[in-house]
């Protein structure tokens, strides 16, 4: 956990966030056996702050115990009514995958060069959600997500529900910082902005009426 500078405990000062801006937040902290070649016990530990007014859900995951990109990541989800068979990710694309066409021609393109230059789309179900990333709005949002952390990515139908029982289960998009948590409060400030200008543009596009759910 790399964002945080004091040997205060991670969830104590998520809690004091939520408590200073208003929020309720709900956080978990279970000890689990041994696992593996690990000697020491494995500490899981979760927290979830419901965005009601936004309709979105902040969450912090850690499981050591699992070996995964789930086993630990912070960030952003929020329900949308898109179709469960379309699953993305959009993440940045660094010089490595500008400078090998192999690498690159696996993915996506929106064919609007200036995106399509800085991300990778992977996933299946593009045709359909493409109308949505076509629109400049949206692609503007995802890139200032980018230049805010360049390690986030962006996922359609793609978040776990089962780490988190109090979130009603749906299609949606999540937000993600994977193998870090965020803990100043400017910075969860800021992603929680980021995220809402994305989310109001993708509902605002007129294109989801099109991507009927299954």
């Not at 999540?174 to 100043?184: A, K, Q």
Request: contains cysteine; charged residues 20%.
């Amino acid at each position: 956990m790399n964002e945080e500078t004091t040997d205060r405990p991670s969830l104590e000062i998520l809690k004091e966030y939520a408590e200073l801006s208003g929020y309720s937040i709900f956080s978990d902290e279970i000890i689990i056996a041994h696992a593996g070649f690990k000697t020491l016990p494995i500490t899981k530990r979760q927290a979830h702050i419901p965005l009601k007014m936004e309709n979105m859900h902040f969450v912090w995951y850690s499981n050591p115990g699992i070996f995964s990109n789930y086993s630990m990541y912070c960030g952003i989800l929020f329900p949308c009514p898109i179709d469960s068979s379309i699953r993305l990710q959009i993440k940045k694309k660094w010089f490595i995958n500008r400078i090998n066409s192999i690498i690159t021609n696996k993915y996506h393109i929106t064919g609007e060069h200036h995106f399509d230059s800085q991300v990778l789309i992977s996933g299946t179900g593009f045709t359909q959600f493409s109308k949505i990333l076509s629109t400049n709005s949206v692609q503007n949002s995802i890139l200032d997500i980018f230049r805010f952390d360049q390690r986030a990515r962006i996922e359609v139908n793609f978040y776990n529900e089962r780490h988190f029982n109090d979130i009603p289960e749906s299609t949606g998009i999540s937000v993600f910082i994977y193998n870090d948590w965020l803990f100043n409060a400017e910075k969860i400030n800021e992603l929680i902005h980021l995220t809402t200008v994305l989310k109001n543009y993708i509902f605002s596009s007129g294109a989801l009426g099109e991507l009927t759910i299954r």
